[in-house]
């Protein structure tokens, strides 16, 4: 009998604990949000954040979006070919970057830059009693180190996705008239005439949400961490995953939601 | 005056505390001694709200220590953490003046730095390590910052959490006599967890001995060599035989 239930068992235990992990993440994300509108307000650690999460990741964006563009213009113009479509090469890569592989791929290497550094770094502090050292100074960790965090990442995020798509179009502009033959005049003025105020409406809550994501993922593994490096190698791990996994979950519902009508 | 009355915690199975009465009279330096894991670092940090005890309560001046204004209730307090817990991204200066430097006690900066360094001085450390980060500090440094911030804001009440762990028999000596210097200047009420009978024997008014989860022994500490009691005279003597199981 036991054979026969303890994997039913098993199965039950695995989606209480996730459902809890659920109920757990939304309220320590509501908590982290309500925080950000309550003084005190840390205006050096929001700074830091914001230099971290926007300035340090440009580099990073900058590089994945020029050779997303570059590569979706040449799918673009091969895929076309076999159907006499080439010359939409310079509409679908602006819708493309725009709507969906600008903040999805912006989205995920926030995760994996800024995720992991923010739950790491947080998940140190965990460990070595700093985390308990701010609540005996009075100062509230989720204040201190989430609110800013979440809000600088709130803020940045969308600007990121903006500078990640401008440059993934510009990628497929390079490829489009160097490789392709496209004229580069007729090329901008597709991609301007084409795209609408939703495309990028859409871009930049989209990156908005996935910056809330990765900040509050980050966090909330590296607060809840294990003991010892093995635990903040754990939350590190754990935040970035479960970071990755909500960004494109996110992304379909948002898709859903600008675009299906 | 810092209270507890049948003070209970655990953590889901494992009962740490199991009704623990002690009274730790206003100015007096008492020190809690036990072996590992008997939960000397749970009792200060019921005391501090970083763990809700289950059961029992925890007065301090008769106020309940679970209730009231945290901020307030706070800011008498001053602790030093086993590993210094240091903030790394702020350099030694604005560590020790953390709490000058933001809530109900900030000051101005460069006033808030000239404390600082004055605390810095206090301990032991020159001005030249204010602007240095943790990272840069050897171990001993890093437990005088820990101390110099601990009492910044010149608390009523400090925590010492195992102030001389990983620390050379002549740095703990250094810091054993910081605390004591410092813990009879300010007037403070001290707590202090160890396992170093000699930070004992310099830090002491009062000792008591935690074990099994309630206090076994508690006395002044000219009294701990001559209690008769099995389980203080077998930690005292670090002896394998005796009451205390050798392996836990």
Not at chain 1, 75 to 102: C, H, K, N, T, W
Not at chain 2, 42 to 70: E, F, M, S
Not at chain 2, 149 to 176: Q, Y
Request: glycine share 12%.
């Amino acid at each position: 009998m036991m054979i026969l239930t303890a994997p039913l068992a098993a199965l039950g235990r695995a989606t209480l604990a996730f459902f809890g992990l659920i109920g757990q993440v939304t309220l320590f994300a509501l908590s982290a949000l309500s925080h950000i509108f309550r003084p005190p307000f840390y205006g050096r650690e929001f700074l830091m954040a914001l230099f971290n999460i926007g300035w340090l990741s440009l580099p990073v964006v900058g590089l994945t979006a020029i050779f997303t563009g570059g590569a979706l213009a040449l799918q673009i113009y091969d895929g076309g070919s076999r159907f006499s479509a080439e010359a939409v090469v310079p509409q679908i890569v602006a819708i493309g970057m725009v709507r969906e592989l600008g903040p999805v791929l912006v989205g995920l290497m926030v995760a994996a830059r800024v995720t992991s550094s923010i739950a790491a770094e947080i998940a140190t502090m965990k460990v070595t009693e700093q985390i308990d050292a701010l609540t005996t100074l009075s100062t509230h960790p989720m204040k201190y180190l989430t609110a800013p965090r979440l809000l600088a990442a709130l803020i940045v995020v969308p600007v990121l996705v903006g500078i990640g798509d401008i440059i993934g179009i510009y990628g497929g502009f390079v490829v489009g008239t160097k490789q392709l033959g496209f004229n580069p005049a007729t090329y901008v003025q597709n991609t301007v005439d084409f795209l609408q105020r939703s495309d990028i409406v859409s871009s930049l809550i989209k990156g908005s949400v996935f910056g809330g994501i990765s900040a509050t993922m980050g966090c909330y593994y590296g607060m809840n961490s294990g003991r010892g490096a093995q635990g903040v190698g754990a939350a590190t791990k754990a935040s970035v995953q479960a970071a990755a996994v909500l960004i494109l979950a996110a992304n379909f519902l948002l898709t859903s939601l600008f675009f299906t009508s | 005056m810092i209270t507890f009355e049948n003070v209970h915690k655990s953590f889901g199975p494992k009962h740490v505390l199991r009704g623990v009465d002690l009274e730790v009279p206003k100015g007096e330096s008492m020190v809690i001694i036990g072996g590992s894991g008997t939960g000397k670092s749970v009792t200060l940090k019921c005391v501090l709200g970083l763990l809700t005890p289950d059961q029992g309560t925890i007065t301090v001046d008769g106020n309940d220590a679970t209730k009231g204004d945290r901020d307030a209730f706070l800011a008498r307090f001053g602790m030093l953490f086993q590993g210094g817990a240091l903030f790394d991204s702020l350099t030694v200066w604005q560590n020790v003046a953390f709490r000058l430097l933001r809530g109900s006690l900030k000051r101005p900066k460069a006033e808030a730095r000239e404390i600082a360094i004055e605390k810095l001085r206090r301990v032991g450390l020159t001005p030249d390590v204010a602007d240095l980060f943790p990272s840069e500090l050897s171990g001993g440094m890093q437990k005088r910052v820990g101390l110099a911030r601990a009492i910044a804001a010149e608390p009523e009440i400090i925590f010492f959490d195992e102030p001389t762990t990983g620390l050379d028999p002549i740095m703990s000596g250094v810091i054993n006599d910081l605390i004591r210097e410092i813990v009879v200047e300010m007037g403070a009420t001290a707590m202090t967890i160890t396992h170093d009978m000699t930070s004992v024997r310099a830090i002491a008014d009062k000792v008591a001995m935690l074990h099994d989860g309630v206090i076994q022994w508690t006395g002044p500490v000219n009294e701990m060599d001559t209690s008769g009691d099995p389980y203080l005279t077998q930690f005292i003597s670090g002896s394998a035989e005796g009451p205390i199981e050798a392996v836990r």
